[in-house]
């Protein structure tokens, strides 16, 4: 909950601001991904699927298509094509046949590392470039920045 003293204009201000430079940012992050990445880079959607995946080893179809706002139709379209390109394992639910659980493959689990490595260096090398308080403020602002993402999609987080 915002503090008293912030107005609705300065939450109006901090809220564009964000809507801003967010995407900007990602932007920034996925083109220096496209051109580095030794592999074809994959969709954000099936970046997305793949990391969620390697957060939650076994996550099922349903709570996959939940988390990223899938329908469970489109969701099964995208674990069809990752598991063609040998990068995801569908399996059966023992106890119910019709629940399928999604796991990472060895070549995944490299390819995410590879991402997280590049995408960390690229932050790395800007944070650098960032005055002491900048990266204070910076800091500062991350478990607030998790705290909005789980206000706006609570099933993400």
Do not use: W
Not at 14 to 22: P, T
Not at 75 to 86: C, K, N, P, R
């Amino acid at each position: 909950m915002a503090t008293p003293s912030a107005s609705a204009q300065d939450i109006r201000q901090i809220a564009s601001a964000m809507s801003a430079v967010l995407p900007a940012l990602h932007r920034a992050l996925d083109r220096r991904l496209a051109r580095d990445f030794p592999h074809p880079k994959p969709p954000e959607s099936q970046l997305a699927l793949l990391r969620l995946v390697g957060e939650r080893d076994g996550v099922t179809v349903r709570e996959a298509a939940d988390v990223l706002l899938m329908k469970p139709n489109n969701l099964s379209a995208l674990i069809t094509q990752l598991a063609g390109q040998g990068l995801l394992e569908r399996r059966q639910d023992p106890a119910d046949k019709r629940v399928a659980h999604l796991h990472l493959t060895t070549e995944a689990r490299k390819r995410l590392d590879e991402v997280g490595s590049l995408l960390d260096g690229y932050l790395v090398e800007a944070l650098h470039t960032l005055t002491d308080g900048d990266l204070d403020a910076i800091g500062s602002a991350l478990g607030a920045l998790r705290g909005l993402a789980r206000h706006i999609h609570p099933a993400a987080h």
